[in-house]
Each structure stands twice: as C-alpha cells, then as structure tokens.
C-alpha cells in the first residue's frame, strides 16, 4: 500500500520501490503486478509494464481475478483488453468490481462508455 501512495502522490521511483518489495513478499501477486505495470506506465515504461502485464495474465489463468488486468490494459491503450478483462471480472464474480465506483485506480475505467454500460447491463447499476 505505501508504495502505491507514493506513486498517486508522485513519487514514482519510491512507489515502485514500495511495490517491488511486496512483490517479492508476496510470490509476485498479480495485484502487485498490475500495480508495478501502473508505475512503469506513468514512468513511460511501457515495454516493462507489457511484460508484467503479462506476467499477471498468467495468474488470471490459473484463476486469479481480472479487473486489474483490465485496468493495466486500458492505460496501456488496449481497449479490447480492457473489455475482455471486465466482462470476465463480471462473469468470475470478482468482489473489487463492487468498489469500482470508489476505488481511485478504476478513475478512467469509469469515464469509458463501453464500461458504464456494460456495469449497467450486467450488474443492474
């Protein structure tokens, strides 16, 4: 958490800092993942943040949850990613979809139209 408040505040460096620590706590955690692909997107690392991107995908698959892959998708300027990741996250019952109209990294998600009414269509909001 503390190096995911470094990087809102600025602190890009020190915010991925943070993250790599939990990663390496936590057996690379696709939250943890997705959260360092966030950084490196903001530091004009996109390569990075691809392969970490990636790397979190795998989780997923071995049944993991999807609405941070859609996040790191759309910043990543993949929109179908980021489709396909929120209507899995809908169909798999991921419980952070239930924060989503709160949680600050769901911020762009929210402005997108295709995700507004795909919320309304599939969850009754």
């Known amino acids: 958490v503390m190096g995911i408040a ?32 966030l950084i490196r997107i903001a530091q004009g690392r996109d390569d990075e943040a691809r392969s970490l991107h990636s790397e979190a995908a795998e989780w997923n698959e071995r049944g993991g949850v999807c609405s941070m892959q859609a996040i ?31 949680w600050p990294r769901f911020h762009r998600m929210r402005a997108e139209p295709w995700f507004q009414e795909l919320y309304r269509e599939k969850m009754g909001y």
């Open 72 to 102: 790191v998708a759309l910043a990543l300027g993949d929109l179908d990613g980021a489709l396909e990741g929120v209507e899995r996250a809908i169909d798999d019952r991921d419980g952070v979809l239930a924060i989503t109209n709160h």
């Open 6 to 37: 470094k990087a809102e505040l600025g602190d890009l460096a020190g915010g991925a800092l943070g993250v790599e620590r939990a990663l390496s706590l936590s057996g690379r955690h696709h939250w943890g993942l997705g959260d360092l692909a």
